[in-house]
């Protein structure tokens, strides 16, 4: 059947008026992939309060490697584990600290986000953030190393939802390995820099 | 049936489409679309938000006589715009500055007495709710609900975030959704004109 000419003009202005831009708030949560209820804490840490953190050395979306150490004698750090991109609670963890930078900054404190996703998954990922303004990192191979090494790599192989706090000697301050499904609170993390930075 | 001329053709074709087109123009345009669901009613007299952080706050809202908490019919307005906003939600802070100009054409549109916007944080503490009001420099209330007893009242825990309800205030402490809005706009002005065309407010509304 032929449509007359004014409904198929009709049609493409209609169609350019009621365009509708895609549910950007609602689009972020079409692309997270669900994994449903997880066992909320999946390993056994290695480290304790007190201990000296492992050193390690990671590649960086930033395109350097980042070492631990480096920041010995300069700067508290504070290392944000998320298990994998483009799933719940991680997609919706890291924009916040983006919105707290001055706040950690403030207790002379550098965030460094780690996943064990390679470098172009965590790429996507980030930008799909909107970007970061710290350094992310990857422990993709060898695979969950450094989790590994801090006793916090799932069976599954990805790591636990876990913050560490170390202080400019390179001290553990504080650990939350967090129920995987659930996220940390800011009030938590910015106490501990408080008491870190107070003498 | 005899064709009639391209020219003829073409000009019915333009009227038409133009005629069409103009139907189309009172959906909003630079929102998703409001959902599925048909208006409902809220209990506004039963929904308890904290007592506001500030004195300005307070006074935005009409509200005096501090307590602990306080009722959401309480809130001195015709119209209540609620966002459900979450500090950790990227579309959430992008979408910020925008819903700020919101407010600002409403306080220059002289509804600033009788249309009111809220922000309830979705699982936020009070402190992830003050950094992202600072960061934005939100000028209207905003309210932490760590354990979503309020967004639940709303019945809106299974949004996306932000999520906007419209609320037209009646008697008996009750209150009419007019419009539910989920994700974020681009601009603030057919957001407005929205919000202003699904309360039926009026200029005749002003005090």
């Given at each position: 059947m032929r449509k007359s000419p004014a409904i198929l003009l009709a049609l493409t202005l209609i169609s350019g008026l009621l365009w509708i831009p895609s549910a950007r708030g609602a689009g972020l949560k079409d692309n997270i992939y669900p994994v449903g209820k997880l066992k909320p804490v999946d390993s056994r840490l290695k480290v304790k309060v007190g201990d000296e953190a492992p050193d390690f050395?990671?590649?960086?979306?930033?395109?350097?490697?980042?070492?631990?150490?480096?920041?010995?004698?300069?700067?508290?750090v504070v290392l944000s584990f998320v298990p994998a991109a483009w799933t719940p609670v991680c997609s919706g963890q890291w924009p916040g600290y983006n919105i707290a930078k001055e706040m950690i900054e403030k207790h002379d404190a550098i965030l460094l986000g780690i996943s064990v996703d390679n470098l172009p998954s965590l790429y996507a990922w980030t930008?799909?953030?909107?970007?970061?303004?710290?350094?992310?990192?990857?422990?993709?191979?060898?695979?969950g190393a450094v989790a590994e090494r801090y006793g916090i790599l799932r069976s599954d192989g990805v790591s636990e939802r876990a913050v560490f706090v170390i202080d400019k000697k390179g001290i553990i301050r504080y650990i939350?390995?967090?129920?995987?499904?659930?996220?940390?609170?800011?009030?938590t993390l910015l106490s501990v820099l408080e008491k870190l930075s107070t003498p | 049936m005899a064709r009639q001329p391209l020219a003829s053709r073409c000009r019915r074709s333009i009227l038409l489409a133009v005629l069409l087109a103009g139907c189309a123009g009172t959906a909003p345009r630079t929102v998703n679309p409001p959902q599925a669901e048909a208006p409902k009613a809220i209990e506004a007299g039963a929904i308890r938000l904290p007592?506001?952080?500030?004195?300005?706050?307070?006074?935005?809202?009409?509200?005096?006589?501090?307590?602990?908490?306080?009722?959401?019919?309480?809130?001195?307005?015709?119209?209540?715009?609620?966002?459900?906003?979450?500090?950790?939600?990227?579309?959430?802070?992008?979408?910020?500055?925008?819903?700020?100009?919101?407010?600002?054409r409403i306080q220059h549109s002289g509804f600033g007495d009788t249309l009111k916007i809220i922000g309830i944080g979705r699982m936020n503490t009070a402190l992830e709710v003050a950094t992202f009001r600072g960061k934005y420099k939100v000028p209207f209330p905003m309210f932490p609900d760590k354990d979503l007893s309020i967004i639940r009242a709303l019945n809106a825990q299974d949004a996306s975030t932000p999520h906007f309800i419209v609320v037209k205030m009646e008697e008996g402490g009750r209150g009419r959704v007019v419009t539910t809005l989920t994700g974020t706009f681009e601009d603030p002005k057919a957001f407005y004109n929205h919000i202003i065309q699904r309360s039926g407010l009026k200029k005749e509304d002003n005090p």
């Open positions: 050395s990671l590649p960086s979306l930033q395109g350097d490697r980042v070492t631990l150490s480096r920041y010995r004698g300069k700067k508290n930008k799909e953030m909107g970007g970061l303004w710290f350094p992310v990192l990857s422990d993709f191979w060898p695979h939350d390995v967090h129920d995987i499904n659930e996220r940390p609170d800011l009030d | 007592w506001p952080s500030s004195a300005q706050d307070a006074a935005y809202l009409g509200l005096t006589e501090p307590t602990d908490s306080f009722p959401l019919d309480r809130i001195r307005a015709d119209v209540l715009v609620i966002e459900v906003f979450d500090m950790y939600c990227r579309f959430c802070q992008a979408t910020a500055p925008r819903l700020n100009q919101v407010y600002e």
